[in-house]
């Protein structure tokens, strides 16, 4: 089926200490999303591709970084997990091109803790 | 900027009987779209229902229906013979439909829906 996977599930991370998460779709969208999800909370944007062209959301701290080498893959990159980091992290795919009325796909999600 | 407000955080039914989720949203758009989405502990968030704010009719899947109310920019979710299933996060979400905003969006807090046997 086709689908949005998130590995890994789970990821324990130290203080400081770089983490990568990954995302890959089988849906063959042309625009990947990563959502931050506090306890509770409702998802925040931190950016998206539209094919190669990256958007960051204003607020979305230095300490986020992405990568999406080919259609298929996106990467979250956190060059200095901190506590406050420490959240759900969401991967999602809509179609190209992105249309208001289509709805985005989300994956299971990454559960990041700092240590 | 466009809000979304969900107002009932915690909200509990009784299986088989009907409960009605709350969403009211800001906007001076006049074209965009409204979703509802479910997240169930542990499992990934999927589209319940979508409404277009040009149609004045309401949307319906199966058990879910939406009251939508443009001029009170009033959006909730009606789902109706619960099951135990049903029992998730409720998410209400915004999406403008003008091509420079509508990659992005909006989503209220959330409401937990507890589903009691």
């Known amino acids: 089926d086709a689908m949005v996977i998130q590995n890994p599930r789970y990821q324990v991370t130290q203080f400081g200490k770089p983490v990568t998460l990954s995302c890959s779709q089988t849906l063959n969208h042309n625009v990947m999303y990563w959502y931050q999800q506090k306890s509770s909370q409702a998802p925040k944007l931190l950016f998206h591709?539209?094919?190669?062209?990256?958007?960051n959301e204003a607020d979305t701290p230095d300490n986020f970084q992405s990568r999406r080498p080919n259609t298929s893959f996106c990467f979250l990159d956190i060059r200095s997990p901190g506590l406050g980091d420490a959240a759900m992290y969401l991967c999602?795919?809509?179609?190209?091109?992105?249309?208001?009325?289509?709805?985005?796909?989300f994956g299971p999600g990454t559960r990041l803790l700092v240590l | 900027a466009q809000t979304v407000t969900q107002s009932q955080p915690e909200m509990s039914v009784q299986e088989a009987e009907t409960v009605t989720l709350s969403c009211t949203y800001d906007t001076s758009e006049s074209d965009y779209y409204l979703f509802w989405y479910k997240q169930p502990p542990s499992r990934q968030m999927i589209l319940v229902i979508r409404?277009?704010?040009?149609?004045?009719q309401n949307a319906t899947e199966n058990r879910f229906s939406v009251n939508f109310q443009k001029a009170a920019k009033s959006f909730s979710l009606k789902i109706s013979d619960s099951q135990l299933g049903d029992a998730a996060m409720y998410f209400c979400a915004y999406r403008s439909a003008f091509e420079t905003s509508y990659d992005k969006v909006i989503f209220g807090p959330g409401t937990s829906l507890s589903v009691i046997p």
């Open positions: 409404q277009e704010a040009y149609k004045q």
């Open positions: 591709y539209y094919d190669k062209d990256f958007n």
């Open positions: 999602a795919t809509s179609r190209d091109p992105p249309l208001a009325q289509e709805t985005q796909y």
